[in-house]
């Protein structure tokens, strides 16, 4: 019988979204019958999953309010599910910030929240101006400033490190 899994996420520019096609792809090839939603498009009860994957971006230091949201109102399913949660942000183009032990902003969220996935991935997102709107442009410019990164407004840099997408992909189909 074929794992069922979903996958729920929030994507501010597109790469949360491109992460999480990464991982379905890895998950159908072993034989998952896998959903993905973006957190506005989820209508049905996630009880009907096997696995739950919900995956967030990082916009001024926190994760969607959506899925803050879905998360408290599901509390309950998810501790009794096989579940993994993906956070993308930039602080994760950092080694030293890279592991949900590591980085403050997943540090923050799981102190908020009483669900305790069994499997956390922390990926870098991708920096590009061009995509951002002028007030968003310059704060994140600031914080890049603040934290030694790029501040051209020619940057578009992807810090995602695929092969470690990859790997937890793999650690998902075993979990």
């Known amino acids: ?4 899994t979903v996958i729920i996420y929030s994507s501010v520019d597109g790469q949360t979204k491109k992460i999480c096609h990464v991982l379905k792809d890895i998950l159908v ?3 998952h019958l896998v959903d993905q939603f973006q957190i506005q498009d989820v209508t049905k009860s996630i009880t009907i999953y096997d696995k739950i994957v919900i995956a ?3 916009r001024y230091g926190k994760h969607n309010e959506h899925i803050l949201s879905f998360i408290q109102d ?3 399913v998810l501790n009794n599910k096989k579940t993994a949660f993906i956070s993308v942000n930039l ?3 950092k080694t030293e910030k890279s592991t949900a032990g590591t980085n403050p902003y997943v540090i923050k969220f799981f102190n908020s929240i009483t669900w305790k996935p069994q499997l956390t991935g922390v990926f870098a997102g991708r920096l590009n101006y061009k995509l951002y709107s002028f007030r968003d442009r310059h704060m994140i410019k ?3 400033l603040i934290t030694k990164g790029p501040v051209s407004s020619k940057t578009d840099i992807e810090y995602t490190d695929w092969n470690e997408v990859s790997k937890f992909g793999h650690k998902l189909c075993k979990m």
């Open 56 to 58: 967030s971006s990082i």
């Open 142 to 144: 600031l914080i890049m």
């Open 91 to 93: 602080v994760a183009r």
């Open 1 to 4: 019988m074929s794992v069922k």
């Open 29 to 31: 090839s072993e034989g």
């Open 74 to 76: 599901n509390n309950q």
